[in-house]
């Protein structure tokens, strides 16, 4: 059982936008501002869409975006595409102890 | 452009010790940041194991810290992974990766993955 818990799956038409929750405690998301949120394809490697709850790397669209309320994160993904279904992880930094939290992904489908 | 590419046996037996390498090419580890294993699993999706910097700087996951060593090899531009006693559980898709910029910073650069399984 992961340490954030996220929705095993979510769904949206193309165009439309979609949410995905990341629910964890005070000690992790809610005590710090370092969370990320990775884009997974099946057999390849995690990708980093958004770091420090709410900016983006370098190449990666402006319809991911990242907010944060106590000790739950969000991703929405606005204007939907084909190409954005895949699992979708987030991460927080849970202090000198844990240090690392993961949560358990989020499989977006494309209708 | 930077790429991180692990490497090792892709069996191990029970009990034995998992070691695995991540070869850095196009940035030298020696010039900062922190250096990250992450494993994957079907059961228990994604676990970080630990980071480490140039100098040897260590921070590991407390449920595998007593199973764990992570090294760095500045000469060779690479940094390991040694797993101790191991079983099924520890059967997954290992990646390196680099912080973003500080140790509790997110995982900006991924290998490609290797997997591991442990069964005798």
């Known amino acids: 059982q992961s340490a954030l818990t996220q929705p095993r799956s979510v769904s949206g038409s193309p165009g439309q936008s979609v949410t995905i929750s990341c629910t964890g405690t005070?000690?992790?998301?809610?005590?710090?501002?370092?969370v990320s949120w990775y884009q997974q394809y099946p057999g390849k490697a995690p990708k980093l869409i958004i770091y420090?709850?709410?900016k983006w790397p370098s190449g990666v669209p402006a319809r991911f975006s990242g907010s944060k309320s106590g000790d739950t994160a969000s991703l929405t993904i606005s204007g939907l595409q084909a190409e954005d279904e895949a699992n979708y992880y987030c991460?927080?930094?849970?202090?000198?102890?844990?240090?690392?939290?993961f949560g358990g992904g989020t499989k977006v489908t494309v209708l | 452009q930077v790429q991180l590419q692990e490497s090792g046996p892709g069996l191990v037996k029970p009990s034995e010790t998992l070691s695995l390498t991540c070869a850095v090419s196009?940035?030298?580890?020696?010039?900062?940041?922190?250096w990250a294993w992450i494993r994957q699993t079907p059961g228990k999706g994604l676990e970080w194991i630990g980071s480490?910097?140039?100098?040897?700087?260590?921070y590991y996951n407390p449920f595998l810290k007593n199973r764990l060593t992570i090294s760095v090899d500045t000469s060779k531009n690479q940094f390991s992974l040694k797993l101790s006693s191991v079983t099924a559980a520890d059967t997954a898709v290992y990646y390196c990766?680099?912080?973003?910029?500080?140790?509790?910073?997110?995982?900006?650069?991924w290998g490609q993955g290797t997997l591991v399984n442990v069964s005798s």
């Open positions: 990766a680099r912080h973003r910029e500080l140790v509790n910073d997110a995982f900006h650069m």
């Open positions: 196009g940035y030298s580890i020696s010039s900062g940041y922190y």
């Open positions: 480490i910097d140039q100098s040897g700087d260590r």
């Open positions: 005070s000690s992790d998301v809610g005590g710090y501002n370092y």
């Open positions: 420090d709850v709410n």
């Open positions: 991460c927080s930094y849970a202090g000198a102890y844990t240090h690392v939290v």
